[in-house]
């Protein structure tokens, strides 16, 4: 049975779903059973049984979540679940052009989840709005070696 992995998605203007819908081709085809799902109407108790996770998320306004993940994030924030049972990766979206804010969005789940206790397989992908590639394309070749070298090994820990 191939290894389910849920990718989560936090967006504004549908740029990070769009990626999602990329790299769960990309892991479909490595062998991986990925699975999308919207932050929209997540909470804590998506991380309940565990598992692989995928944080696929934009950054908005002064360096927050996207509104579709603010309830998901202050969910987080109040429970604190402990997710020593979750493996997880993030894709984190944003423009250089804002510095001080640059992919803020998926840069504080990546700090969340550290804080209660999953582990992270892999650097975080930090993908730059004006570096003139395209968040799809450098997401699927992050997510294709994300999957053979970082996560495999960590599933295997």
Request: charged share 15%; glycine share 10%.
């Amino acid at each position: 049975m191939s290894q389910p992995i849920t990718i989560l998605v936090g967006t504004m203007t549908g740029t990070a779903e769009l990626v999602a819908q990329e790299v769960e081709q990309t892991l479909q085809a490595a062998g991986y059973a990925p699975r999308i799902e919207m932050m929209d109407a997540a909470d804590a108790s998506v991380f309940a049984d565990g598992g692989v996770f995928l944080i696929v998320s934009s950054t908005y306004g002064n360096g927050d979540v996207p509104d579709n993940a603010q309830a998901f994030f202050s969910s987080l924030q109040g429970e604190r679940p402990d997710l020593s049972n979750v493996v997880y990766g993030v894709i984190a979206l944003g423009d250089i052009t804002y510095k001080a804010t640059f992919c803020q969005g998926g840069l504080q789940f990546d700090r969340l989840l550290n804080e209660l206790g999953a582990r992270r397989a892999g650097e975080p992908l930090t993908h730059d709005a004006s570096s003139g590639t395209l968040a799809e394309d450098v997401a699927c070749e992050w997510a294709a070696s994300w999957a053979e070298q970082e996560l495999a090994p960590a599933v295997a820990a």
